[in-house]
């Protein structure tokens, strides 16, 4: 399996600033994901972090709003730019393991933005 | 394309009594298809997996889901409920290959009554 730890667990934030969030896993990964979960919602993919290069990010996600770092196999981050109480949710890592079939989350980081 | 449907958003069951956890996938390909328990306030955790192997897959806590390719079912059942299962369940589907993205169902939120 793949141990995921991401910082900070949880953040209390102003409008208009940004917030970064830190993923670690315990071994190489090839892929690794940033999901949002908004309250009482289904988990949404931001985007996919690529080693080496920009990030590919889904419909209705834009580099701007929500950089994204790849600099090795096992760390990224995300962060959430210019914030409005809209991008309040809980953001989660995610990598998948070849060997495993499996996806595997992070705990995730909640987020309120007042 | 692929995607999941989980009709009805609030399931709730006595303890003791059948759990049974619907989730319907659409996927251009065979699928590898996925269960995600989450507990309030934390992340999200495997409880079993599809991946065309037996149809009938056992996972954690006593939960086991039957794959059904004539109904493009993948419901989640378990024999007797207790109290410690009430959580958010999350059906999700991905194509075969480490590169493929996971799509996750809207969740379905499990009460078990004393």
């Known amino acids: 399996s793949a141990v995921i730890s991401q910082k900070p667990s949880r953040d209390i934030c102003q409008r208009g600033t940004s917030l970064t969030i830190q993923c670690q896993v315990d071994?190489?990964?090839?892929?690794m994901f940033w999901y949002r979960q908004q309250p009482g919602q289904s988990l949404t993919l931001i985007a996919t972090?690529?080693?080496?290069?920009?990030?590919?990010?889904e419909s209705g996600f834009v580099i701007d709003k929500f950089p994204i770092s790849r600099p090795n196999l096992t760390f990224s981050t995300l962060t959430v730019s210019n914030m409005s109480p809209e991008d309040s949710s809980i953001y989660l890592c995610?990598?998948?393991?070849?060997?495993?079939?499996?996806?595997?989350f992070g705990p995730g980081t909640r987020l309120t933005v007042l | 394309a692929q995607s999941v449907t989980q009709l009805g958003s609030h399931v709730s069951v006595s303890e003791g009594a059948l759990v049974l956890l619907r989730c319907n996938y659409s996927?251009?390909?065979?699928?590898?298809l996925f269960w995600y328990v989450q507990y309030p306030n934390q992340g999200l955790q495997l409880l079993l997996k599809y991946t065309s192997a037996a149809t009938l897959v056992k996972g954690i806590n006593g939960f086991e889901a039957e794959f059904k390719k004539s109904e493009t079912s993948f419901h989640l059942t378990k024999p007797s409920a207790h109290m410690s299962d009430a959580a958010e369940y999350f059906c999700a589907v991905r194509k075969a290959g480490a590169n493929s993205k996971l799509t996750f169902g809207k969740g379905i939120t499990l009460s078990v009554r004393p």
């Open positions: 972090a690529n080693q080496g290069s920009e990030a590919t990010y």
């Open positions: 996927s251009s390909v065979p699928p590898y």
């Open positions: 995610s990598v998948v393991v070849s060997s495993y079939n499996e996806q595997f």
């Open positions: 071994s190489q990964v090839t892929m």
